[in-house]
């Protein structure tokens, strides 16, 4: 057999974990050819492909990024593409030329989207879960999650040594635009007073009651921290809006930190290095069986496969009863 693997969507850490683990099971295990397709899914409308070798998978397991490089090409999209030229289409002939059984495809939710097409389309498709936002539906954690946790819970350590210091409000905003599990796991791991998150309404007078309430109490810095995509009132990023709000609703002086895209970069966490490897052998072995048009997916300690027509187009949210938020709160930390 001979299968292609491509990375889409943004970066994370993991990516060239799970690359490998596809490669080392398919040629070692299973005797098959890989064969890899540079910058997503723009590279099977371009056929920038090339054959890996045992050697193009060494050194992979700690290394960031991705070795394929990735894009956000959406060939099913319609919009400002020129009516004569079939995406979805060219990707099938392209495919064909390859001489590919299946497609390995490693992504977030837009690529799970595009694999459910393809899939739909009668592609053999087999897809593996990538985001740090870990908003993919019906696997509990995705790679690249548990890396970018750790780098958010270290700098919110950091941030309470000089907090302390200067008896200051600080205010650090990661990523989320729409799901707030990074805002959660690395608010409660860092110690955070309050955690905003998009899926719970918040007011600026609780948030403020929280820190005179603990400035009453004899601790007089709070931690607060906020997902990009939390609601603003004046359309302002989402760390200078609650910054301003907290100094003037409590007059004390409150300083923000915005982590970006340091969350995404850099090596992959013990736990991300384990979790791509075995969803990339789990992939692979999909593919063997003849098992197409699924998605990997941890479930519990297990890994298992779930059919993409039941991933596409869902998120994974966080909900008032999950049980982070739920403890959060018996211990005294601000939602909303």
Not at 289 to 313: C, K
Request: net charge neutral.
């Amino acid at each position: 057999m001979r299968i292609g693997i491509l990375t889409s969507g943004g970066d994370c850490p993991g990516i060239n974990a799970t690359i490998r683990g596809v490669c080392k099971t398919a040629m070692n295990f299973y005797g098959m050819e890989v064969v890899g397709i540079h910058s997503g899914f723009q590279g099977l409308l371009t056929n920038d492909v090339e054959f890996f070798t045992e050697k193009s998978t060494s050194g992979l397991l700690n290394q960031g990024g991705t070795i394929l490089g990735t894009s956000r090409e959406k060939p099913f999209k319609k919009k400002g593409v020129s009516p004569d030229i079939d995406k979805p289409a060219i990707m099938a002939e392209n495919i064909q030329k390859l001489g590919l059984d299946c497609v390995v495809c490693i992504g977030g939710n837009g690529t799970q989207k595009t694999a459910a097409k393809m899939a739909a389309m009668g592609l053999n498709v087999v897809s593996v879960p990538k985001t740090i936002d870990n908003d993919i539906w019906g696997t509990d954690f995705s790679f690249g999650f548990d890396s970018a946790v750790n780098i958010a819970t270290d700098a919110i350590d950091r941030l309470h040594s000089t907090a302390s210091s200067h008896k200051r409000v600080m205010v650090i905003e990661v990523m989320g635009h729409k799901a707030g599990w990074i805002a959660l796991y690395s608010g409660m791991a860092g110690g955070g007073d309050v955690i905003l998150i998009p899926e719970i309404e918040y007011s600026i007078k609780n948030v403020g009651e929280t820190i005179m309430n603990r400035l009453k109490k004899g601790k007089p810095y709070s931690i607060v921290v906020v997902a990009e995509g939390i609601k603003t009132g004046d359309g302002k990023r989402a760390a200078e809006y609650v910054a301003r709000e907290i100094e003037h609703e409590t007059g004390i002086e409150t300083r923000q930190t915005v982590l970006g895209y340091i969350q995404r970069g850099g090596a992959p966490t013990p736990f991300d290095r384990n979790l791509s490897t075995r969803m990339g052998g789990h992939a692979t072995e999909l593919i063997a069986n003849g098992d197409f048009g699924r998605m990997i997916a941890l479930q519990g300690n297990e890994i298992s496969s779930i059919p993409l027509s039941e991933v596409a187009g869902k998120l994974k949210l966080v909900t008032e009863d999950q049980d982070l938020v739920v403890q959060g709160r018996r211990m005294g930390i601000c939602f909303g």
